[in-house]
């Protein structure tokens, strides 16, 4: 019953433009690295091949087919930002500190460039990493108000690639669990496999 699970979950994020699975086994592909899956699965078990996966297929996946817990998990932390922006405005308006308005703002610029497809995602966690530094230095230096807007984009920043890591690694473990999965995925282009070592990647 959960393989038939895993493989409707194969077609989830590809309703509007499904693409027929031209193989039967990854040893079928042509230019693929590996005979059968049991290679593939150690393959990536043993950290010199690496599993891709498109971050929206992956979310669309996680929404319809992820465990109870870790869709609570992301439900939570959505929840949270959700709590932290309603806060800053009530904030703003009784100790009267009308920059922490700028929260919000902060808050779904930092949701959008914070999430793994977007195209400059390097430059986003480069950016996500200095907020630490850069609250701490506001702290020590008394200024509360900037420091709690840094504070907000860190938060959002850590909430959405959480959510996006929970998603994402659970729908890899899924398309490692099940040849026929990994073959749905793979043909419609929301996976890919890349050498650790060459940095080649395979895809269909």
Not at 65 to 86: C, E, Q
Not at 175 to 188: R, T
Request: proline fraction near 4%; aromatic fraction near 12%.
């Amino acid at each position: 019953m959960r393989r038939n699970n895993n493989r409707t979950s194969a077609n989830a994020r590809l309703d509007e433009s499904q693409e027929p699975v031209a193989w039967r086994s990854v040893g079928e592909i042509y230019g693929f690295p590996f005979s059968s899956f049991d290679e593939l699965q150690a393959a990536v078990a043993a950290r010199s091949f690496q599993l891709g996966v498109d971050p929206f297929a992956a979310a669309e996946w996680s929404a319809r087919f992820n465990s109870p817990v870790k869709k609570t998990v992301i439900a939570a932390l959505s929840l949270l930002l959700v709590i932290a922006g309603a806060a800053s405005i009530i904030a703003a308006f009784v100790v009267k500190d009308y920059w922490l308005l700028a929260a919000a703002p902060i808050q779904a610029t930092v949701f959008y460039v914070a999430h793994p497809a977007w195209p400059y995602h390097k430059w986003a966690t480069a950016g996500g990493a200095l907020t630490v530094p850069v609250f701490i230095n506001l702290l020590l230096n008394e200024m509360t108000t900037a420091a709690t807007l840094v504070a907000y984009a860190g938060l959002t920043f850590a909430a959405v690639r959480a959510a996006a890591f929970i998603a994402n690694s659970a729908f890899r473990k899924a398309l490692l669990g099940d040849e026929q999965l990994f073959l749905a995925a793979f043909a419609n282009r929301v996976c890919t496999l890349r050498n650790s070592r060459t940095n080649r990647v395979f895809a269909a």
